[in-house]
């Protein structure tokens, strides 16, 4: 079975700093990789994801994020964080074959100062 | 297309009593998943319907259980509820429930257990 791993629980930054949330995976495939978003009184929507190709994905609102195959990992980046960034992040990943679950990481709850 | 909707949004119940959360995914789709999100524990797979049949199954007691309809809508169902079950119950669609699918979420029902 698969497992997510999010090193950080709770990030603040200031408005501009640079973002990067850690995300490492447990599994013996090939995966699908997404990172998740849960603005405040919003449901989760979907930021970027990578199933195949360039490791490099963009997603909305400026993220971007890395798939670094040695290293199980897909972490999230942004150069400059806005305050409109305060949310919750959730990393996860399903395997690529077959019709299997996906699987949450417990989030990073972030928080921007103005 | 409209989003993912679930009713009711919110819910009051005491422990013992059974209660029945409805979702209805996007148009097309065919794939409806349903994940428990609590503070502790995050976001855990309940189940996954695709074509009116349980393809997939999370670590969750016999109480919970679930169906779908021939329209892809999808009610689930919790029996002799306890107060651990008070928690944030979300459904998830996708086209075809497939690794790389995108899975699209509803608002979430929020059930508080007294």
């Known amino acids: 079975a698969q497992s997510v791993s999010q090193h950080n629980h709770h990030v603040i930054l200031s408005e501009a700093a640079s973002l990067e949330l850690g995300c490492n995976y447990s599994?013996?495939?090939?995966?699908?990789l997404f990172w998740y978003v849960q603005y405040p009184g919003q449901h989760l929507q979907l930021l970027l994801k990578y199933f195949s190709g360039d490791p490099l994905v963009k997603g909305i609102k400026g993220f971007e994020a890395e798939f670094i195959k040695s290293k199980f990992s897909f972490n999230l980046r942004k150069p400059s964080v806005q305050w409109s960034d305060t949310a919750e992040y959730f990393c996860?990943?399903?395997?690529?074959?077959?019709?299997?679950?996906?699987?949450f990481g417990t989030g990073t709850r972030l928080t921007i100062i103005p | 297309k409209a989003g993912v909707t679930q009713t009711p949004r919110y819910l009051i119940k005491t422990r013992g009593q059974q209660v029945t959360l409805s979702c209805s995914p996007i148009s097309g789709h065919r794939s409806v998943s349903w994940y428990q999100q609590t503070p502790g524990q995050g976001l855990q797979f309940l189940f996954e319907y695709f074509s009116e049949t349980q393809r997939n199954k999370g670590n969750f007691p016999g109480r919970f259980s679930g169906r779908q309809f021939s329209n892809s809508r999808s009610e689930m169902n919790v029996s002799t509820l306890e107060l651990g079950d008070s928690a944030l119950y979300l459904c998830?669609?996708?086209?075809?429930?497939?690794?790389?699918?995108?899975?699209?979420f509803g608002p979430g029902t929020r059930l508080t257990v007294l």
């Open positions: 996860a990943v399903s395997p690529n074959f077959g019709n299997e679950k996906l699987t």
């Open positions: 998830a669609s996708s086209p075809s429930g497939g690794g790389s699918d995108t899975q699209y």
């Open positions: 599994y013996g495939g090939t995966v699908n």
